[in-house]
T-cell receptor, first 112, second 114 residues
Framework: EDQVTQSPEALRLQEGESSSLNCSYTVSGLRGLFWYRQDPGKGPEFLFTLYSAGEEKEKERLKATLTKKESFLHITAPKPEDSATYLC?????????????FGKGTLLTVNP | NAGVTQTPKFQVLKTGQSMTLQCAQDMNHNSMYWYRQDPGMGLRLIYYSASEGTTDKGEVPNGYNVSRLNKREFSLRLESAAPSQTSVYFCAIPGGPDFTGELFFGEGSRLTVL
């Protein structure tokens, strides 16, 4: 069974204090790892897709990286508007083509 | 969220009542999905529809039925609501013409079953 574990569950940062969120995964044949951002009361918003170990993607203050066992979402000099829950999900090769397995998320709070 | 419209946004039911959650998309995608999100749990797929007229079970289909009457609309029905179905329900479509894992979610329907 595919598993996605995100840590920490919650993270408080001061504005400008860089840090990383972790997503550890177990999947039989990775066909993609996905990061989403979710604001309170809203649906998740897609951020990145990573397909293979060593791949990196960047968007503004966010950078996602991937190894064979985990992914990191690095947040550089965060601002209060980066406060949200960040979700990680994996898609396996074979099996149901439409199934994503999501982690429980990391709640990030950035204080001004 | 432009592209996916869910109704209602909020609903309170009593145990045993029935209701239908509606989802409509204006992106002309073939596939549509229903997820539920519970505190302390990840998003879980209830049902999906790969194309008009087809539906398939996801991880947690028990207690739900779905209908894909046309390409635009995908509804989720609770025939006899139970407190365990208290959740936030999200409808989603692919971010592009084909499913790659990128999903575009609606704003959610918050359901409480008393």
């Amino acid at each position: 069974e595919d598993q996605v574990t995100q840590s920490p569950e919650a993270l408080r940062l001061q504005e400008g204090e860089s840090s990383s969120l972790n997503c550890s995964y177990t999947v039989s044949g990775l066909r993609g790892l996905f990061w989403y951002r979710q604001d309170p009361g809203k649906g998740p918003e897609f951020l990145f897709t990573l397909y293979s170990a060593g791949e990196e993607k960047e968007k503004e203050r966010l950078k996602a990286t991937l190894t064979k066992k985990e992914s990191f979402l690095h947040i550089t000099a965060p601002k209060p508007e980066d406060s949200a829950t960040y979700l990680c999900a994996v898609r396996r090769s074979g099996g149901s083509n439409y199934k994503l397995t999501f982690g429980k998320g990391t709640l990030l709070t950035v204080n001004p | 969220n432009a592209g996916v419209t869910q109704t209602p946004k909020f609903q309170v039911l009593k145990t045993g009542q029935s209701m239908t959650l509606q989802c409509a998309q204006d992106m002309n995608h073939n596939s549509m999905y229903w997820y539920r999100q519970d505190p302390g749990m990840g998003l879980r797929l209830i049902y999906y529809s790969a194309s008009e007229g087809t539906t398939d079970k996801g991880e947690v289909p028990n207690g739900y039925n779905v209908s894909r009457l046309n390409k635009r609309e995908f509804s989720l029905r609770l025939e006899s609501a139970a407190p365990s179905q208290t959740s936030v329900y999200f409808c989603a479509i692919p971010g592009g013409p084909d499913f790659t894992g990128e999903l575009f979610f609606g704003e959610g329907s918050r359901l409480t079953v008393l």
